[in-house]
């Protein structure tokens, strides 16, 4: 009997695994928040995405592969356009892009929100239009500025004093009037990791608007009037579940905008409220539907708009876990299993901390199924650990899989749209993963899998 089994079989954790996991009745059933919408398990038991089953798309494409839904995808698109009706979702493009990607968020009529001069290279390759992307960045260079200027990009939200001066300058060179947005730092703990909360005073982004520097940066913005200030942004931070955190932003970025209409007389024309919305990763996330967001953030700006006596700013958002997250799973195949007696089953996959860092970055936590069989055999507490040289080398860290599971078999793990493949690493020289598109039956690759001569044509020496 492998270690684990017998508490498992009872129900019995003891401090092994987190005490809201619970021993599945049927461990083969797929619970459905967590998993892209195309996925079910076919009676011969192997899961299919979009119509694919994941042994052929496995043959076909290898794994370890990142096998992204594109109905899912563009159906959370069209619940946030349709539920944020009047306002501007700007898909945050750090959480994945890829030209197939951008494509498809264009078409379904979206904005798009870069932060690096690399991801801008990605929106115009694929044809985004400029006009409808924003350019994020806490450190963004006068050159990637400048390119932004020079491709047409629609807003700059810019976030240090020293970028106000660059900006000024380089629209004053190039005779431009951009429009930007003062991202303001609101003082809200969210309750989320320290690593993804990004409102609270002491982290790098924004202005802060205790201190003063938001309301000075839009005085300063306006006085010049070099640069076209269109508003106020805050993004409070990441896999956020309770919007009150919205609600104590939206306050405090309208009493802002209040005081600088009172200092000049200016009523700012937009208000972007970030992105964040969590996810289900596991059965004990309980996301909000995109209507139910809207319908909370809208009541919460409607009143801050009113308390305050100003015309209501157009609103924008920039949700991208919530939109590309869930429309994926990653499909690995075991290696080794291991069992460290009395202690823990190791179930080693082809992947691990390099197509997915979130899990040793975060402790991030995350579920994973059998996926080219149903299984029998009862259900094993296992950790899904992956091929690197580090002990927090850890995909999923408590899971239970069939007790059979064995050298050979897929295991998928559902929601690794965002973050995963946007900040996968070379770590030990192992390429990345390919992004493959499964939609009505075919699948095609659109991000291709890392060779080792890709990594060795960098390694010029
Ligand atoms: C400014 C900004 N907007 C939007 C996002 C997207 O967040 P999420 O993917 O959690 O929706 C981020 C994430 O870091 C961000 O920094």
Not at 126 to 153: C, I, Q, T, Y
Not at 445 to 459: G, P
């Amino acid at each position: 009997m492998r270690a684990h089994e017998a508490g498992a079989l009872h129900g019995d954790l003891g401090n092994r695994g987190p005490n809201w996991l619970r021993v599945p009745e049927d461990v083969n059933a797929l619970v459905p928040q967590l998993w892209p919408r195309t996925v079910t398990r076919t009676e011969e038991g192997a899961l299919e995405i979009g119509g694919v089953s994941v042994l052929d798309l496995a043959a076909e494409h290898g794994t370890p592969a990142y096998l992204l839904d594109e109905a899912d995808l563009r159906t959370r698109c069209r619940d946030f356009a349709a539920a944020f009706a009047g306002a501007d979702v700007y898909y945050a493009g750090k959480s994945f892009l890829c030209k197939a990607v951008v494509k498809v968020i264009d078409e379904e009529g979206l904005f798009l929100d870069v932060c690096s001069g690399g991801e801008l290279a990605v929106a115009l390759a694929a044809g985004f239009p400029a006009e409808r992307m924003g350019f994020h960045g806490n450190n963004k260079s006068v050159s990637e500025l400048r390119r932004a200027l020079d491709a047409g990009v629609g807003r700059i939200i810019v976030d240090s004093f020293q970028e106000i001066d660059r900006l000024t300058a380089l629209a004053r060179e190039s005779g431009t009037r951009p429009a930007v947005l003062i991202r303001v730092t609101v003082g809200v703990e969210a309750h989320t990791h320290e690593f993804i909360a990004t409102a609270h005073e002491d982290q790098k982004f924004g202005f802060s608007l205790a201190g003063g520097a938001a309301f000075e940066a839009a005085i300063r913005v306006l006085d010049e009037g070099v640069l076209d200030l269109r508003g106020l942004h805050s993004h409070i931070g990441s896999q956020i579940f309770d919007t009150s955190g919205f609600e104590v932003s939206a306050r405090r970025v309208l009493e802002l905008q209040a005081q600088i209409r009172d200092a000049r007389g200016v009523e700012l024309e937009e208000l972007d409220l970030g992105g964040g919305f969590g996810i289900a990763y596991t059965t004990q996330d309980d996301p909000s539907a995109a209507a139910d967001l809207a319908k909370r953030i809208n009541k919460i700006v409607d009143a801050e708009c009113a308390a305050e006596n100003l015309r209501r700013p157009r609103l924008s958002i920039e949700p991208g876990r919530a939109i590309v997250g869930p429309a994926v799973m990653t499909l690995y195949e075991v290696g080794t299993v291991k069992d460290v007696d009395g202690l823990r089953t190791y179930v080693s996959v082809d992947g691990g901390m390099s197509d997915n860092i979130r899990t040793a970055l975060y402790d991030a936590s995350y579920s994973a199924t059998l996926a080219g069989r149903a299984s029998p055999a009862p259900p094993l507490l296992a950790r899904v650990v992956g091929k690197h040289c580090e002990s927090g080398d850890i995909v999923v860290k408590d899971e239970f899989l069939p007790a059979d599971v064995q050298p050979g078999d897929l295991v998928a793990v559902p929601g690794t749209g965002a973050y995963c493949r946007s900040m996968a690493s070379n770590y030990n020289h192992v390429p990345r993963p390919p992004v493959v598109a499964v939609r009505d039956g075919a699948s095609r690759v659109i991000v291709r899998r890392e060779t080792e001569e890709d990594l060795l044509a960098l390694d010029v020496g």
